[in-house]
């Protein structure tokens, strides 16, 4: 799993974090200004109005605590409405990158690296999840952001679900260890992809655009590394194990 400790997506992140914290001020003092304006039947005065602010200011300098719950439940709201802006283009695979049940009534949508190592471990975990869920569809989003590698993996990878050989050759290349040029060409040709094919893979340009907008996409799911997992109205971060992606899936069903 990859942080992303860069400056710029640190200082992003707390100016949302600040904007945020700054609306639930103003919004709360709006809220509790219009309720009372209702029940009053009129406009709220200016003296009012700042009578209010300042009770409403006062209130949550004693419980301070529900600034983080507020916040979380903000940024809950978005994600789920980006979630399903989105939801088109996250379950669409490219062509034969998923598992599962064609149909399934709950889909995971994982964006991996194949040189990452918490992606390697969380494998063991969708598999163990689709071979005991039979209405469980797995979609894999190539994203390549570790190394050069990465990228050359990805677009094998794609040549691999064009081919029919997607799941094949994604065990294949875990199975082989570290991500090198060489085993990613030894992994193609194991499930039938000849070191030619899987060369000119390497160097056309014809994967770039699912390439980038797998980017683009976890980029509107503020997706920290990999793995990221979004799973109905949750996107999950991180090598979260068996049990938490099977909760997940079971909220998505409102169960």
Sequence with gaps: MTDSNRPGFRAALSNRT??????????????TGTALAMQAGGSVSTGDKAAIEQIVRDYILEHPEIIPQAIEKLQSRRMESIIEASRG?????????WEGAAKGDVTIVEFFDYACGYCRASLPDLTKLVSQDGNLK???????????????????SLLAAERGQYMPFHRALYDA?????????ASAAKVGI?????????????????IASNIALAQKLQASGTPTFVIGKQVLNGAVGHEALKEA?????GK
């Design 18 to 31: 600040m904007q945020m914290t700054l609306g639930i001020f103003a919004f709360a003092a709006a809220a």
């Design 249 to 253: 899936v079971a909220a998505a069903r």
């Design 89 to 97: 283009a996250l379950e669409t695979p490219y062509a034969g990158a």
């Design 138 to 156: 797995i979609v894999y989003r190539e994203l390549p952001i570790l190394s050069e590698e990465s990228s050359v993996a990805a677009k094998v």
């Design 194 to 210: 000849g070191k030619a094919d899987a060369e000119a893979a390497i160097a056309s340009k014809k994967y770039d655009a699912e």
């Design 177 to 185: 260890g570290r991500v090198t040029r060489d085993t990613i060409i």
